[in-house]
């Protein structure tokens, strides 16, 4: 319940923000979408590089049995 009362104040403040100074609402607003998006495209890239790491280890560690 308690979250449902901070999204509530947080959007009002964010249509006041919105009336009384749109362009600069507008230039956060799509600063923080593109700041977003860069974070996703980094922790997806990282994390694929990270099961990538995993795989090649696995393989490396069958073929080192397979010599023995």
Do not use: C, T, W
Request: hydrophobic share 50%.
């Amino acid at each position: 319940m308690n979250e449902i009362i901070i999204v509530i104040v947080l959007a009002l403040g964010l249509l006041f923000f919105l009336y009384r100074k749109p362009k600069l609402f507008f230039v956060l607003l799509f600063l923080g979408l593109f700041l977003g998006g860069l974070y996703y495209m980094i922790i997806s890239m990282a994390r694929s590089s990270s099961e990538q790491k995993k795989r090649l280890l696995h393989e490396g560690e069958k073929q080192s049995d397979s010599i023995r």
